[in-house]
């Protein structure tokens, strides 16, 4: 079993939807990154959380540190959000981020 | 501030050559990992660079090494290469003492190995 799960893999929605993307890790955590990529390009981090929330204009991240889970909200989704989405949780036992496969996410105007 | 800064952009390398990539890491850190993205993969920890020395390493071979600079700044270098060493290749800096959790990314370099 992975470390790191993320669903979906493949995510299609209309522009205006409500996207939610899902991360559950199994190891011990100090905090849990969320990245994006567009096609050919390079690694954004969006969030850095170790509890609760966070907001970033349309972006919403959450995460439970006893039930090991995260997600990543996108509210009035847009087709410039179509991009990989990574969860990264870095862990302390080995001192290094874990990386999930990704959601690939599209969104259709 | 500059964030994470790598250089080049993209690379074109015949196999068998030598590649040295460099990254320059956030102002104020002190600490710099390298990963390997190849296409469609998610990024590949290869090795953390802390105080001029290797402090953690991956599963890659010894034709990749690494250097960090008195300027916290650091290049990756990769001999030998191989077809499927194309990839994405990411730095990520982050302060030893704020926590290496906390890690930002730079753009990439795209090495093509031809």
């Known amino acids: 079993k992975n470390e790191v799960e993320q669903s979906p893999q493949n995510l299609t929605a209309q522009e205006g939807e409500f996207i939610t993307i899902n991360c559950s890790y199994s190891?011990?955590?100090?905090?849990l990154h969320w990245l994006q990529q567009h096609p050919g390009g390079g690694i954004v981090s969006l969030f850095m959380?170790?509890?609760g929330k966070k907001k970033h204009g349309r972006l919403i991240a959450t995460i439970n540190i006893q039930e090991k889970h995260s997600s990543l909200h996108i509210t009035a989704s847009h087709p410039r959000d179509s991009a990989v989405y990574i969860c990264?949780?870095?862990?302390?036992?080995?001192?290094?981020?874990?990386f999930g496969t990704g959601t690939r996410l599209q969104v259709f105007p | 501030d500059a964030g994470v800064t790598q250089s080049p952009t993209h690379l074109i390398k015949t196999r068998g050559q030598q590649v040295t990539l460099r990254c320059s890491p956030k102002?104020?850190?002190?600490?710099v990992s390298w990963y390997q993205q190849a296409l469609g993969q998610g990024p590949q920890f290869i090795f953390q660079?802390?105080?001029?020395?290797?402090?953690q390493r991956g599963n890659f071979p010894d034709r990749f090494s690494g250097h960090q600079f008195p300027n916290y700044s650091s290049e990756l270098n990769v001999n030998a290469l191989l077809l499927g060493d194309s990839a994405l290749y990411l730095c990520?800096?982050?302060?030893?003492?704020?926590?290496?959790?906390?890690?930002?990314f730079g753009p990439g370099t795209r090495l093509t190995v031809t």
């Open positions: 990520a800096s982050s302060s030893r003492h704020r926590g290496a959790y906390e890690q930002y």
């Open positions: 190891v011990g955590i100090s905090a």
């Open positions: 959380l170790s509890s």
């Open positions: 990264a949780p870095f862990s302390y036992n080995t001192d290094k981020l874990i």
């Open positions: 102002s104020g850190h002190d600490t």
């Open positions: 660079y802390y105080e001029e020395e290797e402090r």
